[in-house]
């Protein structure tokens, strides 16, 4: 599903993000990334969703290789990934059920069939009771719910997250640890990076640890 073969990363400031990382992730495994801000984890999870490019070494991301792939691959590519993050912000004028319901739209779900497809989704993440509410009106765990239904809208092979538990008390980081182990269960691969330290000692999950952009904990595979 991932593999990462000596993959460098290096800006034109003369920052490297990543140097010489090489890992592996099943197809079906659940996988956290961890390290401290800085670690390159984000950049990671761009690499994949083929964002960014390496700057040496090679990425394949459900068949696709980072050295062959052209602009239309990548197009094809995304509609296989969920991506999960901070940044990907909620629309505020629209309800859960819209913002759902705008995400299946995008990958040209026939009219008819959108809002019955949001409203499943919603009732599958745990949100089918606020389908009409508004994000500013839900608390930050049901705002990861929301976040995490938008990514689903493609039904994906891949589930990309980027800190799902940032800023959530330990309670509402579990319910949301449970509902993608749910996912991940019927059968899609996640990847979820975090600096969640404290959380992650409590998790069986495998776990990859990076530091200044370099593998220094975790099995290859």
């Not at 390290?35 to 090679?58: H, I, N, Y």
């Not at 990907?88 to 319901?101: H, K, Y």
């Not at 959108?114 to 994000?135: M, N, Q, W, Y």
């Not at 579990?174 to 409590?202: D, K, M, P, V, Y």
């Amino acid at each position: 599903m991932i593999l990462f073969e000596q993959v460098t990363k290096a800006y034109g400031n003369g920052v490297v993000a990543l140097e010489d990382l090489s890992f592996a992730v099943e197809k079906g495994e659940f996988v956290f990334l961890s390290g401290d801000c800085g670690a390159g984890k984000t950049t990671v999870l761009k690499l994949l969703a083929m964002e960014e490019f390496p700057t040496s070494g090679r990425i394949v991301v459900c068949g696709c290789d980072s050295g062959t792939i052209r602009r239309r691959g990548i197009a094809g590519l995304r509609r296989k990934l969920g991506i999960i993050s901070q940044d990907f912000g909620l629309l505020t004028d629209r309800t859960a059920v819209e913002n759902v319901a705008f995400a299946i739209r995008a990958i040209g779900t026939p009219e008819r069939q959108v809002l019955g497809r949001a409203f499943d989704i919603l009732a599958e993440t745990g949100l089918g009771h606020k389908s009409e509410v508004h994000p500013d009106c839900l608390s930050g765990g049901e705002q990861w719910r929301l976040r995490i239904a938008r990514a689903m809208a493609n039904d994906p092979y891949l589930l990309l997250a980027d800190d799902p538990f940032g800023n959530l008390d330990p309670d509402a980081a579990s319910e949301i640890f449970a509902l993608l182990q749910t996912i991940n269960l019927r059968g899609t691969t996640i990847l979820a990076a975090t600096h969640e330290t404290e959380f992650l000692r409590s998790i069986r999950e495998r776990k990859i640890h990076l530091q200044r952009g370099r593998l220094v904990d975790g099995e290859v595979h």
